[in-house]
């Protein structure tokens, strides 16, 4: 018989760290300010297929593990069984030990599954039919409850419709489900193709055309109603630095035009178009009373032949040491001078 692994008193280390922990946070509600859950799954209550599908899929930390150790990519992303991709994940999982990824395995698999065994290749087979057998119990919703989450908030794009969130809203799960704003492709004027495909998308969504700066911002007030109307409470940033250079509006609507007209704006024009807009979603949400987030510092998609090959968020972003406090301290700045 296997020795079972973690016990209530996992690392904690002290008789003051298990007071705190079993006295005080264990049972206190989950409130998430930010996370990737994706809606729908949320409005269908979504049962899983395997627990490949609930516990791998898409977690680009088991699979930057699994790369680093030399597993090839058709059991990562590729196409290989749901079966073949648990075993290569159990095969690596003992040379994780001393990384969060190990810690978070094993509490994963002790809750909500039941598991207390030490993952290997050696029992992958005996975890993979327990767990699958659990997965009826362990639909989406099941599990939010299970953990005791309050609030949700998801990652939105202006463009999205919302149809999810008003789905969940009506169903009355038990959770509180919003979107998050996040505008980070209106910013994107330095990637022009993208962009203009982008704003083209925005105008399809509003059914109204935008081909001015006034045009665009009011493209934007609207989007951010329509998600206030819904709950959303949170404006979602994620780039390398905040946008603080100086302009004028005269200047920023020129560039707005030529950049919807094809033409390739230098990178100092960029930064003023990014500064006018960045601070133009402030006021909005500073209007509403809503909270900004900003994720800044990350290089994303390092690694371009997979990034052609697999698409982006598949796990090759990484820190970056970008300079970041002065341009924070003007950005912050300006916005208090103007309350």
């Known amino acids: 018989m296997e020795k079972e692994f973690l016990s209530d008193d996992f690392i904690l280390h002290s008789e003051p760290a298990k007071r705190l922990y079993h006295e005080y946070a264990k049972d206190m509600p989950i409130i998430d300010y930010h996370c990737h859950l994706p809606p729908d799954e949320i409005a269908d209550d979504k049962i899983f297929n395997s627990m ?21 990519e058709s059991y990562i992303t590729g196409t290989k069984s ?3 991709k648990f075993m290569k994940w159990a095969s690596i999982v003992p040379q994780v030990m001393r990384n969060p990824l190990y810690h978070w395995t094993h509490m994963e698999l002790k809750n909500p599954f039941g598991i207390h065994h030490i993952l290997s290749d050696k029992n992958a087979e005996e ?4 767990g699958n057998g659990k997965l009826n119990e362990l639909s989406t919703n ?6 005791k989450v309050e609030v949700v908030g998801t990652t939105d794009d202006p463009i999205d419709n919302l149809e ?12 509180k489900v919003v979107p998050s704003f996040r ?4 910013l994107g004027i330095d990637q022009l193709e993208a962009f203009n495909a982008y704003i083209d998308l925005l105008e399809k969504a509003l059914g109204k055309n935008i081909e001015s700066l006034d045009q665009l911002y009011a493209a934007l007030k609207s989007r951010h109603d329509a998600f206030d109307s ?3 409470r949170a404006s979602d940033h994620g780039q390398i630095y905040l946008y603080a250079d100086d302009y004028s509006e005269s200047e920023v609507r020129s560039l707005f035009a030529k950049g919807r007209l094809g033409i390739m704006l230098s990178p100092e024009e960029a930064l003023k178009y990014k500064s006018a807009v960045q601070y133009q979603l402030a006021l909005m949400d500073h209007a509403k009373g809503w909270v900004q987030q900003f ?31 002065e341009v924070m301290s003007k950005f912050f700045n300006r916005l208090d001078s103007s309350n």
């Not at 490949?52 to 090839?72: C, F, N, P, Q």
């Not at 099941?142 to 953990?147: A, D, E, M, P």
């Open 52 to 72: 490949t599908e609930i516990w791998l899929k898409g977690d680009h930390y088991k699979w930057r593990a699994m790369r680093a150790l030399g597993i090839d």
């Open 142 to 147: 099941t599990l939010l409850r299970h953990f």
């Open 127 to 130: 975890v993979y039919e327990r």
């Open 164 to 175: 999810h969130h008003k789905r969940i809203a009506s169903a009355d799960i038990g959770v």
């Open 82 to 84: 749901d079966k073949d």
């Open 295 to 325: 994720h800044v510092g990350a290089i994303r998609d390092n690694n371009r032949r997979l990034l052609t090959a697999l698409g982006k968020n598949t796990g090759f972003d990484s820190i970056g040491d970008y300079p970041q406090i």
């Open 183 to 186: 505008p980070d492709l209106v």
């Open 230 to 232: 819904i709950g959303c």
